[in-house]
């Protein structure tokens, strides 16, 4: 029996309308700040519809498209201000920036508990710790599905293949708090295949279209396509969906899986980061 499919548009489109119910009960709606810098259009195209969404949810938009030539300073020091407004809900700095610019220290002026992205350094150790913080939204995206999938964690193989600090770590650790037995493979690890093999639950999050094959694949375990990729025959994942749905017990198809759960995740990061606003007033 070919895996059932995961429906990641559905879901999305369920926490979507919560979110918004949620937002109706809060005393004044959050408002996530936007910022674009230059004119990519792929980025663009990204923030215009993290803005939509932000206000079909309730949010406020509050939106900055600066220069592509923008200094570091400039835009640090805009970060800065935005971190200490209380009227800033939540912060996101679209990425990739211009080449001018680093954004591990743009990202670390941030505030943490305004951090919808969960990029910065505070970010990243509340989530190795386990304390309560702002987490990246596309691997929590992922533990959303697996949820509401019912798979169970609790002692299971987890492999992720890849190791970003976008995906592939924050994954492995989000795993590892349910008590997942996770193993994170990169472009070093010897004998891919067999050791996605031993997965109850195998992410792919390698940026290399259709990499994953059946081979890789135990029979009945749970795929989670991060990848996302445009080809000359439309979309594809880092995973050959066709040929591994022989195999898995559960898949997500590439568009629809993922995808959708990545800015529904921002927009529960902007609400939680509003409770966090009221527990302690934002300073930087
Ligand atoms: P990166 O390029 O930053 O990281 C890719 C990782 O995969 C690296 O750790 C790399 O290993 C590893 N890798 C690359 N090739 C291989 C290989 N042949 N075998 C094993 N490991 C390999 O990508 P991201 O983490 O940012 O994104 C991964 C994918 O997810 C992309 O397709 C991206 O478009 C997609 N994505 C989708 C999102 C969504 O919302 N659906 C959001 C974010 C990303 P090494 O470290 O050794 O180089």
New binding site residues.
């Given amino acids: 029996m070919p895996a059932t499919i995961i429906d990641g548009k559905a879901v999305a489109a369920r926490l979507r309308a919560q979110i918004a119910r949620d937002v109706a009960e809060l005393p004044a709606p959050p408002s996530l700040a936007t910022l674009l810098v230059g004119e990519d259009p792929a980025s663009a195209v990204y923030v215009a519809n993290k803005r939509k969404l932000c206000v079909q949810a309730g949010m406020r938009d509050l939106h900055h498209h600066l220069p592509a030539d923008i200094g570091a300073d400039a835009l640090g020091g805009l970060i800065d201000q935005l971190s200490a407004d209380p009227e800033v809900t939540g912060i996101l700095l679209q990425l990739p920036l211009p080449r001018h610019l680093d954004p591990a220290p743009l990202l670390d002026r941030i505030h943490p508990d305004k951090d919808v992205d969960g990029l910065t350094e505070t970010s990243t150790a509340r989530l190795v710790l386990g304390t309560p913080g702002l987490r990246p939204?596309?691997p929590a995206?992922v533990m959303v599905l697996l949820d509401d999938a019912g798979v169970p964690l609790q002692g299971a193989e987890a492999v992720v293949?890849?190791?970003?600090?976008?995906?592939?770590k924050p994954m492995a650790q989000l795993l590892l708090q349910r008590n997942a037995t996770v193993t994170i493979?990169?472009?070093?690890?010897r004998d891919?295949a067999a050791v996605c093999r031993r997965a109850d639950v195998l992410i792919?999050?390698?940026?290399?279209?259709r990499?994953l094959g059946p081979e890789a694949v135990k029979p009945g375990a749970t795929v989670i396509d991060?990848?996302?990729?445009r080809t000359d025959a439309g979309l594809c994942?880092?995973v050959d969906t066709d040929a591994v749905r022989e195999v898995a017990g559960a898949i997500t198809p590439?568009p629809g899986?993922?995808?959708p759960?990545?800015?529904a995740m921002l927009l529960r990061n902007t609400v939680t980061a509003a409770g966090l606003m009221t527990r302690a007033p934002a300073g930087v």
């Fill in positions: 939204c596309t995206g293949v890849g190791r970003s600090g976008l995906v592939g493979c990169h472009s070093r690890t891919l792919a999050a390698a940026g290399v279209p990499m991060v990848g996302i990729h994942g880092d590439v899986g993922v995808g759960m990545t800015i």
